[in-house]
């Protein structure tokens, strides 16, 4: 199946009403440990047909460690956030970070301060025991102008406030536009990071994504030391064909154009990486499910 991982997240992005402001605690952001994990967008159809089934499968392989992409109207596939930790639990798994989108619907503008909506967003997560929050999307029209762009990177700092709360961090997962659209002659990607606190949002870079925008991984890493707290970790070859029409797709780990592990060991050394996420969305004919068994795989050969 050919999903758009863009077209994914569009479809995913749902608001809904609350009426309780939540109450967070006074934890002090933890630092992260150094992992290995998988993005459960990668077994996407397995997960919607058999969420347990597909956590057994993975935990029986060898992850620890897995991130969700699939947060609607409070539940987690299906579950509530409790319900979910324990599903978790019972399969020696921990999910450390998760995306769900931040737009428009999570912050009311004239009051200056965040709904409900995003407030549930972030007290789930603090509930099913993430460290990070990781929005993987910005729309189209809070980046307009370069002014537009940095204004809404202060809701960013302020949404890292809201889960420094909780003891998490708030993320962001970058796909290609962020480094193919230029604001007033600048990336949108280097206006993001320069107008964010590291210490509040931490940056998840998706290595095989930005390919489609012109960038390199390793450029990337070098040019921003200590900002990427997480990274995908992934392979891109030339695509098979895609709705997208993008020039890239991503393959099994190893088996591409990133130099992977070049990359990942700068994150270790430099790049102040401590979870490394695998993700692979396009398979060339395999399953799902023994791609990200061979990723694992490879993984582990490399140290991770």
């Known amino acids: 199946m050919k999903t758009s ?6 479809k995913g ?23 290995t994990g998988l993005q459960l967008y990668s077994v996407r159809d397995e997960m919607k047909k058999d969420p347990l089934g597909t956590l057994k499968q993975l935990a029986a392989m060898g992850y620890k460690h ?15 956030a409790k319900d979910f930790k324990k599903v978790l639990d019972d399969l020696g798994l921990k999910m450390p970070s998760g995306h769900a989108v931040m737009g428009k619907p999570h912050w009311d503008e004239s009051k200056k301060e965040f709904t409900d909506l995003w407030k549930y967003t972030v007290e789930d997560a603090a509930v099913v025991g993430q460290e990070f929050v990781i929005s993987p999307s910005l729309h189209e029209s809070l980046r307009q102008t370069a002014d537009d762009l940095k204004r ?9 406030e809201l889960c420094k709360k909780s003891g998490m961090k708030f993320g962001y997962h970058n796909h290609d536009f962020e480094f193919s659209v230029k604001l007033d002659g600048k990336s949108v990607y280097d206006i993001m990071l320069q107008n964010t606190d590291p210490e509040l949002v931490i940056q998840q870079l998706d290595i095989g994504n930005l ?3 012109g960038a390199k991984a390793i450029d990337i890493v070098r040019q921003y030391p200590g900002r990427f707290q997480s990274m995908h970790v992934k392979d891109e070859i030339k695509s098979t064909g895609n709705a997208q029409n993008d020039e890239y797709e991503s393959t099994v780990l190893g088996k591409g154009i990133v130099n992977v592990k070049e990359v990942i060991d700068l994150g270790k050394k430099s790049g102040g990486t401590k979870h490394f996420i695998i993700e692979q969305e396009s398979y060339q004919g395999k399953t799902p499910i023994d791609s990200v068994k061979e990723d694992l795989e490879v993984m ?5």
């Open 5 to 10: 991982r863009r077209d994914f997240i569009k």
């Open 13 to 35: 992005a749902v608001t809904l009403l609350g009426s309780n402001v939540i109450a967070t605690s006074l934890l002090a952001a933890k630092p992260a440990k150094q992992l």
């Open 66 to 80: 897995v991130e969700h992409a699939n947060y609607v109207e409070r539940k987690f596939y299906g579950y509530a």
């Open 152 to 160: 809404y990177m202060e809701v960013f700092n302020k949404s890292g």
């Open 211 to 213: 390919y489609n925008g």
């Open 300 to 304: 582990r050969k490399w140290g991770y």
